[in-house]
């Protein structure tokens, strides 16, 4: 066949489109075990940082070392409160248990009616993962809960920590979110989410009374323990934050499970 044929030029093109996709496609499932590990780092990074444990930039070993000595991962059925790690029938392997493939999962997961969807996820898992913080004495410090919902063109995903009055915010992040940079997007700038240590999120009736507001908060208002500064010119993302914690803390989040946690004091 000549060089300069059509069918040489489409020979060429095949062989080249074939070689191309066998390659990526074996890089793809190749790196797949570094990129879990790398997916499961991250996650224990975002959870060591939302607790104030470690700094931008910590190095991966650290980040093992600190998880494996500070956190405790357990199970809450977010129906009912109880702690279900140790059930052997739901979870003969906790630690295999994923989230986030659980709210696609009609078994593991149920419909969230609009009126009671604050948070706009439309479905919610029956399990979530709750992590406990440990001081260096082994003694809990802070519950860390796993949060999310709709700004305004995103699912923010994120994480809120406790200090161990179940009403003390010791931190805030969000880890995944497509807000606009600059606008909403400002939900991870540092400064803003400094802001929350020491805010108070539910009211005397333990009810959700934290708010991001319109504005600067004004510390001479009664509020203002349960109030953070909105972001400038991303009301609907600033509201969409206020939204989901008022889910998450509340009936159908993790307040059935905080409830007992009061009530039997500190586990
Ligand atoms: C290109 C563009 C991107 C925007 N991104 C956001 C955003 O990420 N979050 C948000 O709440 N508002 C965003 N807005 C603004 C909203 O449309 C809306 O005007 C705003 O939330 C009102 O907030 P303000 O009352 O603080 O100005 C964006 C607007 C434009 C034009």
């Known amino acids: 066949m000549?060089?300069?044929?059509?069918?040489?030029?489409?020979?060429?093109?095949?062989?080249?489109?074939?070689?191309?996709?066998?390659?990526?496609?074996?890089?793809?499932?190749?790196?797949?075990?570094?990129?879990?590990?790398?997916?499961?780092?991250e996650r224990k990074?975002?959870?060591?940082?939302?607790?104030?444990?470690?700094?931008?930039?910590?190095?991966?070993?650290?980040v093992m070392q600190i998880y494996e000595d500070r956190v405790k991962g357990i199970i809450v059925d977010l129906n009912t409160g109880k702690v279900v790690t140790d059930d052997q029938e739901l979870f003969p392997n906790p630690a295999e248990y994923d989230q986030k493939a659980a709210i696609d999962n009609p078994k593991m997961s149920m419909e969230i009616k609009p009126i009671d969807d604050l948070a706009g996820i439309k479905r919610r898992e029956n399990y979530s993962?709750?992590?406990?913080?440990?001081?260096?004495?082994?003694?809990?410090?802070?519950?860390?809960?796993?949060?999310?919902?709709?700004?305004?063109?995103s699912t923010m995903w994120g994480f809120i920590a406790l200090e161990t009055n179940l009403n003390?915010?010791?931190?805030?992040?969000?880890?995944?979110?497509?807000?606009?940079?600059?606008?909403?997007?400002?939900?991870?700038?540092?400064?803003?989410?400094?802001?929350?240590?020491?805010?108070?999120?539910?009211?005397?009736?333990?009810?959700?009374?934290?708010?991001?507001?319109?504005?600067?908060?004004?510390p001479e208002s009664a509020n203002a323990i349960h109030e953070v500064d909105g972001l400038s010119g991303a009301t609907i993302t600033s509201r969409g934050v206020t939204h989901l914690l008022d889910f998450w803390l509340g009936n159908l989040g993790f307040r059935p499970y905080l409830e007992q946690v009061r009530e039997q004091g500190e586990k």
């Open 45 to 62: 990074k975002n959870i060591l940082s939302v607790a104030g444990l470690i700094q931008p930039g910590e190095g991966a070993q650290n």
């Open 2 to 41: 000549s060089r300069d044929s059509i069918g040489f030029t489409f020979l060429v093109s095949a062989a080249l489109c074939v070689g191309c996709s066998i390659l990526v496609s074996g890089a793809a499932v190749g790196l797949r075990d570094r990129q879990d590990l790398n997916k499961e780092n």
């Open 129 to 153: 993962w709750v992590y406990l913080i440990n001081d260096e004495n082994g003694k809990l410090t802070q519950y860390v809960l796993p949060i999310r919902g709709k700004g305004l063109w």
């Open 168 to 218: 003390t915010v010791a931190g805030l992040t969000f880890y995944e979110q497509g807000e606009t940079p600059g606008l909403g997007g400002e939900v991870d700038n540092p400064k803003w989410k400094a802001q929350w240590k020491g805010k108070e999120v539910y009211n005397k009736e333990f009810e959700p009374e934290i708010e991001v507001i319109k504005g600067s908060v004004n």
